[in-house]
């Protein structure tokens, strides 16, 4: 007797992997607001994103597409993205969004640099020679000596904001 429907004993199995109806919506959903994201970037920053060229032109039309047109452009990008590896594209684009996050942490790290310079005077002018030798150290202690004054005499803060670039030029390197 033939066994037609069952497999031989020393054959394997193969896995069935079931996938509910709302899990493919969700990962469809979660691949078209991964396309939205691409679509608000400009140019500049969609061209630092390894996108295939089909999905980079319909993108390019969905920026310019308006309402209804747009929605369905959208949902074609989504469809696009199902055939392509998306680890990559989000991976920069989360790089490109962390990079400006990045940017504003490296500021505020700059601005409390600058507020313990004009509190502490001389001891950090000397932390920031050994850090840059370069610096003009005379330029900075004058600086400091003005901000101080400004601030004991409500002035505005002109010397405060000039020791703020002279950080920015010597720390941040773009």
């Known amino acids: 007797m033939s066994r037609k429907n069952q497999k031989a004993p020393w054959e394997e199995e193969e896995e069935i992997i079931w996938v509910s109806k709302s899990e493919m919506k969700r990962d469809m959903d979660a691949l078209q607001k991964l396309g939205e994201d691409l679509v608000e970037l400009k140019p500049n920053a969609l061209s630092k994103i390894p996108l295939d060229e089909e999905l980079f032109e319909a993108i390019k039309d969905a920026q310019r597409f308006k309402n209804e047109a747009r929605r369905r452009q959208l949902q074609r990008i989504g469809k696009l993205m199902r055939h392509v590896e998306v680890e990559p594209i989000q991976a920069a684009l989360d790089k490109l969004n962390n990079k400006h996050s990045q940017a504003t942490f490296e500021l505020k790290k700059l601005e409390q640099k600058r507020d313990r310079l004009i509190e502490s005077g001389d001891s950090m002018i000397n932390a920031i020679l050994v850090d840059h030798p370069d610096a003009d150290r005379t330029?900075?202690?004058?600086?400091?000596?003005?901000?101080?004054?400004?601030?004991?005499?409500?002035?505005?803060?002109?010397?405060?904001?000039?020791?703020?670039?002279?950080?920015?030029?010597?720390?941040?390197k773009d």
């Open 139 to 172: 330029r900075l202690r004058q600086l400091v000596r003005q901000a101080g004054k400004e601030k004991a005499q409500n002035k505005p803060a002109k010397a405060y904001r000039e020791i703020f670039q002279l950080l920015k030029e010597l720390y941040i």
